[in-house]
């Protein structure tokens, strides 16, 4: 119901627009308290994060792919590769996320050389070494097992693999972490017989096969061994060193630079660095100024808690400060939902998940909507109605 101000004189109007002023301190607070809160996360949170769960259906992606790729190039040879690529994966279970953080993002943009840049892969990346660690383990096994079964002669292209158990060689895995290589390599030898019986061999202890076998075995645990230390990281020098251009030489070079992210900025070209120095500073400065709008508007609400007209205006927030939200955080998943209607992605890409800390801005200025519309406007209205009385009093 309207107050009728007509009625009102001129003391009591001053009075009243006194009063309603007054209850625009509790929203100013919370204003204030919103505006906080946005700028911080803004500055402080992840602006982006991108990731892809890697398991055996991962692997079974990737495979598809590489087959399909097969078809066209490579033939039944490279048609087993993926297969084999994929049994690899098969106990895999772990997510490999890439996280961008705006203040690293303004060190490389606003540095503008190798070493900004350096950081902010470093940072962005800096959670995948433990990533490639646990992958790395779980690789181990099915690793072994492919070499072993290679070189005694399995017939890997006709064979279902997914039925091939490889936990065969758990225990060899287990002495070789802690380092007891003669343990590890009978427990190897034990695991030999059982093993290639899945594939209807069988080798006699001394037999040429039976001691390429064993070569297999040593080269392979020589290769992750570093400074007399075994290690299932080093399974990156093991897979790099497999075969020239073959698929698992790849996967090597590339878990190699996620053990070492840092390093990726050094294989850079000056071209190429530059740009990334220009779209680090083209972020920063989008960053730095959504902060800085919702920064005034948190120093506007303190001040108007204490200033007599305690009215804030707020059009400047929600002109532009939807930005980041949509940007980085709802946009991505939806171009990612709709871009398959218009061209085709491959399945590794449509399996990746994006996040990040912009949603929490959002919020904010969902929540700054609801307070400006139904506690704010209100008042407002009514501040409106008993100055343009006072003006009629005084006309």
Aim: net charge negative; glycine share 8%; proline share 3%.
């Amino acid at each position: 119901m309207k107050n009728d101000y007509s009625m009102y004189a001129p003391e009591q109007l001053q009075g009243e627009r006194r009063k309603l002023h007054r209850k625009l301190i509790l929203p100013n607070i919370f204003i204030l308290l919103i505006s906080l809160v946005a700028a911080a996360s803004l500055l402080f949170g992840q602006l982006l994060s991108v990731s892809v769960h890697i398991d055996a259906q991962f692997g079974e992606t990737v495979a598809q792919m590489m087959s399909e790729q097969a078809g066209e190039e490579g033939g039944a040879d490279a048609e087993a590769a993926a297969n084999q690529y994929a049994f690899l994966f098969k106990d895999a279970d772990a997510d490999v996320t890439i996280s961008l953080n705006p203040l690293d993002i303004m060190t490389a943009g606003f540095d503008g050389g190798r070493e900004g840049v350096k950081k902010l892969f470093t940072s962005a990346l800096g959670g995948l070494s433990d990533t490639v660690a646990r992958l790395s383990e779980q690789i181990l096994p099915a690793m072994i097992s492919v070499s072993v079964a290679g070189t005694a002669g399995a017939d890997l292209e006709n064979t279902d693999l997914e039925n091939i158990d490889t936990s065969i060689f758990t225990d060899t895995i287990t002495k070789l972490n802690d380092q007891d290589f003669e343990g590890a390599r009978t427990e190897f030898k034990d695991g030999i017989t059982p093993f290639l019986q899945q594939f209807g061999i069988t080798l006699v202890e001394g037999s040429e096969e039976y001691n390429q076998v064993m070569d297999t075995y040593d080269s392979l645990v020589d290769e992750m061994t570093v400074d007399g230390e075994f290690s299932t990281t080093n399974i990156l020098t093991a897979m790099g060193g497999s075969g020239e251009g073959t698929e698992e030489s790849g996967m090597g070079d590339m878990l190699a630079i996620l053990s070492d992210p840092g390093t990726f900025a050094d294989q850079l070209d000056e071209e190429t660095l530059q740009t990334v120095n220009l779209v680090c500073t083209c972020l920063s400065v989008f960053v730095l100024m959504q902060a800085a709008l919702w920064a005034i508007l948190a120093l506007f609400a303190l001040l108007h808690i204490f200033l007599p007209n305690k009215k804030v205006g707020m059009w400047y927030v929600k002109l532009l400060c939807w930005l980041p939200c949509f940007l980085f955080f709802i946009a991505p998943p939806l171009a990612l939902a709709v871009a398959p209607n218009f061209v085709e992605l491959p399945a590794v890409v449509s399996s990746l998940a994006f996040g990040g800390m912009t949603f929490i801005s959002g919020i904010c200025l969902l929540v700054l909507w609801l307070i400006s519309i139904f506690w704010c406007h209100p008042i407002k209205k009514r501040i409106k109605r008993c100055t343009d009385a006072l003006r009629a009093r005084r006309a």
